[in-house]
């Protein structure tokens, strides 16, 4: 139904910047949101930021906030994470997400990508 690549992980020194991509494909709601996670060796896949498709209203967490931006391409169809300042507590596998604001059962995944920060 959904289809979700994440792209433009890789290696970067602390204090550098990355952008990533994700790329959406197939049918969408009219009213959806996408965002990021990220998942850490040994750790719970945590928020990092969404935005709302149709207003482009984000949201952050408190950990990214004023390093990451989240954007979104309406043309394209994609959605983009925006980070400077790394740190290397910031290396994670980096997972895009589509979900319904009215409706929860539309919830898609992409396969994620690594992000590694190095001191």
């Known amino acids: 139904q959904v289809q979700l690549v994440e792209s433009g992980g890789g290696l970067v020194q602390a204090g550098g910047s990355l952008t990533l991509s994700c790329a959406v494909s197939g049918r969408t709601l009219s009213r959806y949101a996408m965002g990021w996670f990220r998942q850490a060796p040994g750790k719970e896949r945590e928020f990092v930021a969404r935005i709302t498709w149709s207003g482009g209203t984000t949201s952050y967490a408190d950990s990214v906030k004023g390093r990451f931006t989240i954007s979104r391409d309406n043309a394209k169809n994609a959605v983009y994470l925006q980070m400077n300042s790394l740190k290397p507590e910031d290396t994670a596998v980096y997972y895009c997400?589509?979900?319904?604001?009215?409706?929860?059962?539309?919830?898609?995944w992409g396969q994620g990508t690594q992000v590694t920060v190095s001191s």
């Open positions: 997400e589509a979900r319904g604001l009215v409706n929860r059962d539309f919830d898609y």
